[in-house]
């Protein structure tokens, strides 16, 4: 298995823009995580969804962020307008029913906007 | 609020020493506890997990401990390699959601 893709690997934008980020979970996997990581913060989960539904998005900072989850092979996180407070690196990660079982992450999407 | 604390920061040791990294946590109401590795400019690489019902892990020269009533787990990574410089995070798990330590940053100098 290819594990979790996400894409692109690395993002360059101007405040205001909209930045759609995109990730692939492993197959068979029910669950899927977007996190953020900062040197502020550490890691955060954003939204959590489960067979393709949005189960906990407490974690989404602001209307600006909304995520999707159109089928079990594919998420968007997208951020509209994008600020220079939103420079991170996002993560997602998969499992399958992750009460006790491990998360696995993909290589992350490093954002910047400047 | 479950709160995560991976003591110390940063660790430095020559090759071949035992390394061991700390994380306590608040809640003991836990489901599970998952170290991860984190090398410089990218993802998360799974590397333990330890359900609430046990005590301890073991893979290959690593072993992690869990002690759910004091709130304490701890890696070992026997017989250091300088490949294994990264940053390790604790994270635990209560059902779905996990909360991660800040991790311990370690070099092993060759």
Same mark, same amino acid.
């Given at each position: 298995?290819? !594990? /979790? ?6 993002? /360059? ?6 930045? *759609? ?6 197959? !068979? ?8 990581? *900062? ?13 393709? /539904? ?21 998420? *968007? ?22 009460? !006790? ?6 290589? !992350? *999407? ?5 | $609020? ?17 390394? %061991? ?46 002690? $759910? ?22 994270? %635990?798990?209560?059902?779905? $959601? ?7 940053? %370690?070099? %092993?100098?060759?």
């Amino acid at each position: 298995d290819a !594990g /979790v893709i996400q894409s692109p690997r690395h993002e /360059v934008t101007e405040m205001g823009q909209e930045v *759609t980020l995109r990730c692939k979970p492993i197959s !068979g996997h029910n669950s899927l995580f977007w996190y953020r990581q *900062t040197m502020m913060r550490g890691l955060e989960l954003l939204i959590y969804f489960n067979n393709n /539904v949005p189960i906990d998005d407490s974690g989404m900072p602001e209307d600006r962020f909304s995520a999707k989850m159109p089928n079990a092979s594919f998420s *968007t996180l997208k951020i509209q307008p994008s600020e220079p407070r939103d420079s991170a690196v996002y993560f997602c990660a998969s499992s399958f029913n992750p009460g !006790g079982n491990e998360q696995f992450f993909g290589p !992350g *999407t490093r954002l910047t906007v400047l | $609020k479950q709160e995560v604390t991976q003591i110390p920061a940063a660790l430095s040791v020559p090759e071949g020493e035992n390394l %061991v990294l700390n994380c306590s946590f608040t809640d003991s109401a836990i489901y599970n506890l998952q170290w991860f590795r984190q090398d410089p400019g990218k993802g998360l690489t799974s590397l333990l997990l330890i359900q609430s019902s046990q005590r301890e892990q073991t893979s290959g020269r690593l072993n992690a401990s869990l002690d $759910k009533s004091s709130g304490r787990s701890t890696l070992y990574i026997a017989a250091s390699q300088p490949g294994d410089s990264a940053t390790y995070l604790c994270a %635990v798990g209560n059902d779905y $959601k996990l909360s991660f330590g800040a991790g311990t940053t %370690v070099t %092993v100098r060759a």
